[in-house]
Structures are given as structure tokens and as C-alpha cells.
């Protein structure tokens, strides 16, 4: 998924407060009073220019004045990333966008969303600071457990996003389908709620769930992605709506391998239906491009699966993949 320029108003305010001053030797004795409770409002205001309180017509600029982060203690949201996700997130208002320059705020008790690439991701947990760390919400595509696990953030609040959004600035399709009309967008951990909530405000579905219920429709989300860009780029389709109309059969022994594979290696039940609720998504965002990306994050889980002889768990998968290899396909080396 891409990720956004946060689009919202704000005012401008200096660093220096001492412009609003007025030498108080030039004023009347009888203004004095009033006169303070003027400079003290203005002030006041002004030191919480940075945060949006609503959102704003989709495309426009967002400014902020990280200067002020360190003398606030809000509960406002913090959005990292200015892509496609990152900028209809903010729409909801309420939130400051921070760009790579800019730092999270150490004073800060609201949720941390970081609607990144997941190669951006060790640089701004590394930058985070010791307090604010499980206020860090995960929106990634693929598996993030090894990562999480590195950086003793497993407990910390993940969210699958099944909603396409195209291009910056566009309204998003949301992945509510004919066997899921409530939605498949789900979210577990502590800002749970916060995020729905946020969802909600844009128009988009969301499910918070324990967990436990998190981990098979992680895996799920895994296997759509791992599939269909996977299938539509051996086979050099435009879209992952081609892929799975023209190789339907590929696509359902690709996602019946990867299945039983995660099931066999991480003890999880899948509720029956997985294949049908995968094919409905497909064709939510029928015309979403194909393409092998983040292998390290998406296919490799599945490359390196072996049964308990030591044979490969996921071959069909595994061939996919050499053959797209074999075709110059890929933008990476195969382990």
C-alpha cells in the first residue's frame, strides 16, 4: 500500500514569543489586566496552531511546527508518512504529519501511526523515544512478526488495511464485499479502538479483535497479497482482478498450499472460507497493478517453509517464483 501530503489548515507562529510583548511602561496602569489575559489567549492559541481539528479537502499541504512538540502533552494523533495512506488518514483531522525531518513527540500519549514502507520502519522505532514506544501503531502489509518480535513491540497495536487507495488524494474503495459486508480492515493493541474510530470518521469500515482473532486474518491478508501479485506477475497480468479471472485455478491451489502451510506450522485455524473471502476482496480491488514486492516482508515467509522432512511446504508457490525469476521478473535475487 502507498502512504500521502496531510491536508488540513494551520496557522503560522514564531519561535519567539517576545513579538507579542508590549512594554508595559507606554500603557496606562488601569489596562494592565486585561491587557495580560490578551497577551496570555493569544499565546495560549497560538501554541496549538500545529494541530488539525479538521479535515480539509484531499490534496492540499499540511504544515507543522515541530518546535512546539516539546511544551504539549495531548492525546493527538501522530501520522508517519505523507503518501496515499498516511494523508487519508489524516483527513480525520485532529492529527500532526510528521515528515523525515521531524521528530515524534517524547511528551506526546496518542497513537503513533506509521504509514510507511516497511523498509522504513527500523529507523523510526531506532528514533522513538523509550516512553512513546508502545504508542507505535503498525499499518504494513506482510509478515512483521520477526521484526516486532526484534524490537520487543509484539504486544504492540497492528492493523490489517483491506482498503485500496489508488492514487494521493483519491477516495478509497473499501474492502467490504458480498461475504464480508461488514468489512475485512481489522486491528488489535491498545490505540485500537482510536484507529477504527478514525476509520470510521472517513467512511471506512473497521474490526477490533483480540489477538488471538488477529493472527489468522493477518495470515490471511498475507496469503491475498503474497498470491495474487505473485500469480499475476508470472503470468504478466496488468492487474490482480486478470490474475485471479483468467488463472482462477492457479490462484486457489496457490492460496489451499499457503493455507495449509500456516496451519501446519503455526498451530492456526482458519475459519472455513478463506478462499472465498480472498476472491470476494480481488474483486473489490480488481484493478489494483500486480507485482512481487517487499519479498523479505511478503513471499519469503513462504519460500522458506519446509515440512518436518525438511522438504519444501510451499512448492507451486516456490515455482511461481523461480519462474518469474527465470523471466527477469523480480527486482531481487532469490535466496
Known sequence: QGRGDCPATTQSFSSNPKQYIVKMKMTPLRLVPSLLVSIVLLLATSSHAWVSTSAQKRGGPWHTNMALQSTTT??????????????????????????????????????????????????????????????????????????????????????LLFFSVTAKGVAPVDGITTVNPEGLTTVTGRHGTALAARLQQLGLKCNVVSAADYRPAMFEKLIWISTMMLVGTAKKCATVGQADQDYTNIVAAVVQELVSSVSATEGITFAPGTLERLRAYTTVVADFPCGVKEFEWRNEYFYKLQTASGEEACPTHNSLLRDCAAQGLLGFELP
Open 74 to 159: 495531548t492525546a493527538t494523533t501522530e501520522i508517519i508518512g505523507a503518501g496515499r495512506i498516511g494523508s487519508l488518514l489524516a483527513e480525520a483531522g485532529e492529527c500532526v504529519v510528521l515528515g523525515r525531518e521531524d521528530s515524534i513527540d517524547p511528551n506526546g500519549t496518542g497513537p503513533i501511526l506509521i504509514a510507511t514502507r516497511n523498509d522504513a520502519l527500523a529507523p523510526i522505532v531506532d528514533a522513538c523515544p523509550a516512553n512513546r514506544k508502545d504508542d507505535l501503531v503498525f499499518l504494513q502489509n506482510g509478515y512483521l512478526d520477526n521484526f516486532l518480535e526484534q524490537y520487543g513491540l509484539l504486544e504492540n497495536t497492528q492493523a
